[in-house]
């Protein structure tokens, strides 16, 4: 079975002033448990989420893929995938990856909620994004961190006034 973290991944918003710092952060953190056990499923999923985050598309996949191997149910693993199939505009397996990531989760839902809904806005489904949206604001856990509440918010809000 896939090892599971209690530290949740929290990665500023690409905008913000601290994402290049706090992404470097997570992949050396990521890096690091992977230097110590090379089969660990959970740290190749979250590094490559934080891969596609930074733009490296390749590098998400390429993870997700590695970790896949090794534990076929990892749904952080099929995060991973479906970011980076969305940031390289494969939006059709992107949508595959996420939804077998949410089937799988049995963890708090909110970033394949957050990842769902990223695709919902750019596949133009701003009903389903408003949804998986305000979803992740009222079951999931969304950390003030790095003001991540509040953009939350005031991407709903957008999304609202956009009906």
Same mark, same amino acid.
């Given at each position: +079975?896939?090892?599971?973290?209690?530290?949740?991944?929290?990665?500023?918003?690409?905008?913000?002033?601290?994402?290049?710092?706090?992404?470097?952060?997570?992949?050396?953190?990521?890096?690091?448990?992977?230097?110590?056990?090379?089969?660990?499923?959970?740290?190749?999923?979250?590094?490559?989420?934080? !891969? /596609?985050?930074?733009?490296?598309?390749?590098? +998400?996949?390429?993870?997700?893929?590695?970790?896949?191997?090794?534990?076929?149910?990892?749904?952080?693993?099929?995060?991973?995938?479906?970011?980076?199939?969305?940031?390289?505009?494969?939006?059709?397996?992107?949508?595959?990856?996420?939804?077998?990531?949410?089937?799988?989760?049995?963890?708090?839902?909110?970033?394949? &909620?957050?990842?769902?809904?990223?695709?919902?806005? +750019?596949?133009?489904?701003?009903?389903? /994004?408003?949804?998986?949206? +305000?979803?992740?604001?009222?079951?999931?856990?969304?950390?003030?961190?790095?003001?991540?509440?509040?953009?939350?918010?005031? !991407?709903?809000?957008? &999304?609202?006034?956009?009906?």
């Amino acid at each position: +079975a896939p090892a599971t973290r209690a530290d949740p991944l929290v990665l500023p918003p690409r905008d913000h002033p601290d994402f290049d710092e706090a992404s470097r952060r997570l992949l050396a953190a990521e890096e690091a448990a992977l230097s110590r056990r090379r089969d660990d499923a959970v740290a190749l999923g979250r590094l490559g989420e934080v !891969r /596609a985050a930074r733009g490296d598309a390749a590098g +998400a996949l390429e993870a997700a893929g590695r970790a896949l191997d090794l534990a076929p149910t990892a749904w952080q693993a099929w995060l991973a995938r479906g970011r980076g199939h969305h940031a390289q505009g494969d939006l059709a397996r992107a949508r595959v990856d996420l939804l077998v990531a949410e089937a799988l989760c049995d963890d708090d839902p909110t970033r394949v &909620l957050l990842a769902r809904a990223d695709l919902a806005e +750019a596949e133009g489904d701003l009903r389903l /994004a408003r949804a998986l949206l +305000a979803l992740a604001r009222d079951v999931g856990h969304v950390p003030a961190a790095f003001g991540l509440r509040q953009a939350l918010d005031a !991407r709903l809000a957008r &999304l609202e006034a956009g009906r």
